[in-house]
């Protein structure tokens, strides 16, 4: 189950992350400016979280597994409409598309998770899930410079959404059965999680992470080769590069994670990471290089610590409601905000603002983990106090 659903998040986080390394090639095509295309990732995370919000009735009806076979076929569609569109507009009706297939798997995906992994081993299974995303963002650079070429960005596209498409029909066979049902979202049962402290930390904590990672990995190539005039080529291998090591750290994060305890995790990953993200719109040159290399290596190790933790939010039989609202409001903020307000500020001539800016939500994120001690506590600390 695990393998079948590192396969489906592979493929949601490949579609999206695929249109960053692309995008200095639809700009010269189709003129999109970099606003536009801050806009065009909007539109993405917009659709993700608004379907996420509502994936309960889908789950509720058909199951965990059969909505995530659903959700890989919608992306397939989405990615072969933006592979034939000649315009903004269709290219912005497919990546519609794709976010609304990506924003039906996370409810049931991480859920498939609570429910089938114990607690003590939890970290550590959501440090294999994100190996998939992390995976997704590493290969996506080279698969553009090694198809682009040969194919172009529509191929490349084609390419993707065929194998998406196998994706969906793999899942169908060995990962949609005994996935369990979802919740239906109600609105006095959105009441009560909204109410939590903890929920509205989780959504800063994760709008902070995917911002870091996903927003600054959406606008950076664009910004990169148009700020400080590098080849698009050479700055598809640095972002590849980066993702190397988190890839890596990823594999030893759950014994980690379970030594120093979630909260410490979370806390240390943000520092250095706001750290990095800060040298983006400072550094040049090669120290430059480096920032990129490193700017996202420690956040992926974050995930597992958060994801974990939001486990334990709210009532048990209402997780995937859970999910989709600090979710959403984490796609929103760190995938659709984040690269909009990056892409607007690189037009403007002041891009490098937005790094220290989006550098100074991190920090923020760390101060409300340390006033909220409740959040990511140890299971067994608050078994002991009870």
């Known amino acids: 189950m695990i393998t079948m659903l590192v396969i489906a998040v592979f493929f949601s986080m490949a579609s999206r992350t695929i249109f960053s390394p692309l995008m200095p090639m639809l700009q010269k095509e189709l003129g999109i400016s970099l606003s536009t295309a801050g806009t065009l990732f909007f539109l993405i995370s917009l659709s993700y979280g608004v379907t996420m919000l509502f994936a309960g009735f889908l789950s509720a009806r058909i199951g965990h597994g059969k909505s995530i076979v659903a959700a890989l076929a919608a992306i397939s569609l989405g990615l072969l409409l933006t592979a034939i569109s000649r315009g903004v507009l269709p290219l912005a009706l497919g990546m519609l598309l794709i976010g609304a297939g990506a924003g039906t798997y996370p409810p049931s995906g991480l859920v498939m998770i609570n429910t089938t992994i114990s607690l003590e081993h939890r970290s550590t299974a959501f440090s294999f899930h994100e190996i998939g995303p992390n995976l997704a963002l590493l290969l996506s650079p080279l698969i553009v410079i090694a198809l682009e070429p040969w194919f172009g960005w529509r191929g490349v596209l084609i390419w993707i959404s065929a194998a998406c498409f196998i994706g969906s029909i793999v899942f169908l066979r060995w990962g949609a059965p005994g996935s369990g049902m979802g919740a239906p ?12 402290r903890t ?3 989780g959504m800063v904590i994760m709008s902070a992470a995917l911002s ?16 400080h005039g590098l080849s698009s080529q050479y700055v598809n291998i640095l972002l590849s590069i980066s993702r190397v090591t988190g890839i890596i750290l990823l594999l030893r994060s759950g014994p980690v994670i379970n030594r120093i305890g979630r909260r410490t995790t979370i806390f240390v990953v943000f520092f250095f990471s706001a750290l990095c993200t800060a040298m983006l719109g400072i550094l040049r040159g090669i120290p430059l ?6 700017q996202p290596a420690l956040l992926t190790v974050l995930f597992p610590a958060a994801l974990s933790s939001l486990s334990e939010i709210g009532e048990e039989q209402y997780q995937n409601i859970t999910y989709a609202l600090i979710i959403t409001i984490g796609v929103g903020g760190g995938v659709g905000v984040a690269p909009a307000i990056l892409g607007v500020m690189g037009d403007l001539g002041v891009g490098w603002l937005g790094f220290i800016m989006l550098a100074g ?4 994120a760390m101060l409300f983990l340390k006033l909220t001690p409740v959040f990511g506590r140890e299971a067994r600390s608050r078994e002991s106090q009870q």
């Open 289 to 294: 290089a480096v920032a990129v290399v490193a």
């Open 185 to 196: 979202p109600r609105f006095s049962t959105i009441g009560k999680i909204l109410k939590l």
């Open 199 to 201: 929920t509205i930390l």
């Open 361 to 364: 939500y991190m920090s923020f």
């Open 212 to 227: 870091g990672q996903q927003g600054v990995y959406a606008i950076l190539p664009a910004y990169l080769v148009t700020e």
